[in-house]
């Protein structure tokens, strides 16, 4: 047995286990750890199915973003678990949890039943897709998919993230309304998360425009260079140097809105050149496309950071 093959049972006994433990947890914030830890290991899977795209997403979607949302989540429910006041749910009992485990192990057990012992290929359209690539001037498959081919699909993505920004922001208090989220500029008293917040931030911003730039025609692209730019505005509100902007300034509703616009306007004038919504002229596709991702990239950075700051808790 070669090291390789030693290295993905591993990682797959990780997973499991890992996966196991999560729904064990007791309390919330230990749940939520783990959870970030499973969405690293599930990043390092994809990189051993060569799925770059998806394992880069996972790692700074799924397991950095959302990550930092359910922490926020978990110490605001700190509190309430530490009370356990007298009418509060009680925890599902013993026999309960067994039969959801039974019956989430069968579940998997036929998804890779599915997948191991299929009789022939699996239907694709890859080839298809590969095909029609040099028209749009995108080397990466993912983008050329994900911006082209399902376009539509993309665009009710980032609207998804806008409406979920505002339901985050009707959560507040009538006379917070227009005002700053989180609470007040925590003091810096960190020196090692002060020293991050000082020197990651520009190489954060470089790194999340050549995630950009290189995703035409590498594993990259608008989500992935968003959550960088993202963690780094969070990582210096983390350690006390700014505060999230008020909600009511133009320029941060420009920012969050921009991004579905800009996507919208070029989808229409598919109407007027080529031949349809979100369809994309041969000889300039690709300006096109990378002007699009670069403003999405801006929206998405905005979004997921006032997703994690959360509702405004301080008067305009």
Request: glycine letters at 10%; charged letters at 10%.
């Amino acid at each position: 047995m070669s090291l390789a093959v030693l290295a993905d049972a591993a990682l797959v006994l990780l997973v499991l286990g890992l996966a196991l433990w999560i729904n064990a947890a007791s309390r919330a914030f230990p749940a939520v750890v783990g959870y970030v830890a499973f969405g690293l290991l599930l990043a390092l899977a994809w990189l051993r199915l060569s799925a770059g795209d998806v394992a880069m997403t996972e790692a700074a979607v799924g397991s950095g973003v959302t990550g930092a949302v359910l922490i926020a989540a978990s110490v605001r429910l700190r509190a309430a678990e530490t009370e356990a006041p007298p009418l509060a749910a009680a925890p599902p009992a013993l026999p309960l949890r067994l039969l959801a485990l039974l019956l989430s192990g069968l579940v998997t057990a036929a998804l890779a039943g599915l997948v191991l012992w299929t009789t022939g290929p699996a239907p694709s359209l890859a080839d298809q897709a590969v095909q029609h690539l040099p028209g749009l001037g995108m080397g990466n498959a993912v983008t050329g998919v994900l911006i082209a081919y399902r376009a539509l699909d993309t665009l009710l993505e980032k609207v998804v993230l806008l409406l979920a920004l505002m339901g985050i922001w009707s959560l507040a208090k009538d006379r917070y309304w227009g005002g700053i989220p989180g609470p007040s500029r925590i003091q810096p008293t960190n020196g090692a998360l002060i020293l991050l917040a000082r020197l990651l931030p520009p190489i954060g911003i470089v790194v999340a425009v050549y995630i950009l730039w290189v995703g035409a025609a590498e594993p990259g692209g608008a989500f992935q260079g968003g959550a960088i730019l993202a963690a780094m505005w969070l990582l210096v509100m983390l350690a006390g140097l700014r505060d999230a902007p008020a909600i009511s300034r133009p320029w941060v509703r420009l920012c969050v809105t921009v991004g579905p616009a800009a996507f919208i306007a070029v989808g229409l004038t598919g109407f007027a050149l080529p031949n349809g919504f979100l369809s994309y002229p041969d000889s300039i596709a690709k300006p096109l496309i990378i002007a699009v991702e670069s403003v999405l990239t801006l929206s998405i950075a905005v979004i997921l950071g006032l997703l994690v700051a959360g509702p405004p808790e301080q008067e305009p």
